[in-house]
């Protein structure tokens, strides 16, 4: 039997209700849920300051192990895996002339689909989830922990993608800034540096977060105001910088990044996933500085398969144990999506019946 959290709209109790177990069909694989993650766009949704079809399964950072697999899937019953956040066709003209899977046209998001569509498993905040044909399953490495990819398959190939797109446009990079050091940031610097990336400067208004950044090979900046920012960034790249990352979803630091980038640098914009989002700069700034503005949302495939590489090489050199709360109980969701909203974590985890039974996470 499976059971799942079902979110029936803002401001209205969850619902732990039981699924009878469904059968995998073609291409479909059903995944244990071993951990998950509560994402700042499903705290938009508790908020209600994002909109999702009621009911359904909330969720979509998690991690699971293969419990049954349909005819035609190639991914073992018993497999440690992750998957990307969306299902795409592979076939339509957006996904493979465009190549952009993620936009899919007849895209589907575990996490942001209705319980009538399916079996209604479509979110991680479950005991399963069923996995479609159009998903891309990768496996886990053994000594990739749980905790490790939890969000491997939302923040980190995120960023996996947005650091793709910047060497999309320049190979000669030795300056980044990356605005907000939330969880988005701290992947960023992590795998900027790793890539080698010699100067990848960090911005937030919060130290505690920035030490965490600072922990993952970013160089903080306490951003007490815009032009002592400035002048922050300005002392290590006294030319501006090659590039530009908004991972924060504040809107007034787009200026900011803007006054930040050398002649032709690359602004990819990630964080501001919302309608709160009118930009400041001017046509005319971007014009006459040659500057290159990226919009980067959600991820292709190879980005999740990178993903896990890079958690993969990189164990030992950052310190993962640092960024998720201990597994909270998945049965007490709201109580976990309180703690979630006090940004002590980078990310609060929810498992079913976990183990770690307790009325909060302990403070790290
Ligand atoms: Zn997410
Ligand atoms: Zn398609």
Redesign the pocket.
Known sequence: MAQAQIFHGVGQPLEWRSFADPTPGNGELLVRIDLAAICGSDLHTFAGTRNEPTPCVLGHEGVGTVVAAGPATTTAVGQRVTWTLAD?????????RDRL?QK????FKYGHAPLNDGTGLNGTYATHILIRP?TSVVALPDDVTDEMAVAANCALATMVAAVRAMRGHSSLVETVVIQGAGLLGVYGAALLTEAGVPTVLCTDVDEHRLGVAAAFGAIPILATSPEATLAAVRDHAPHGVDAVIEAAGVRHLLAEGVAMLRAGGWYGWVGLVHPDSVIGPTAEQIIRRCLILQGIHNYAPEDLRDAVDFLARTINRFPYGRLMSPPMPLENLETAVAHAREREFMRITVQPSATSLRSGPPKN
Do not use: A, E, N
């Open positions: 795409s066709c592979g076939t339509c003209r957006t996904c493979s899977p899919c046209t007849q895209l159009g």
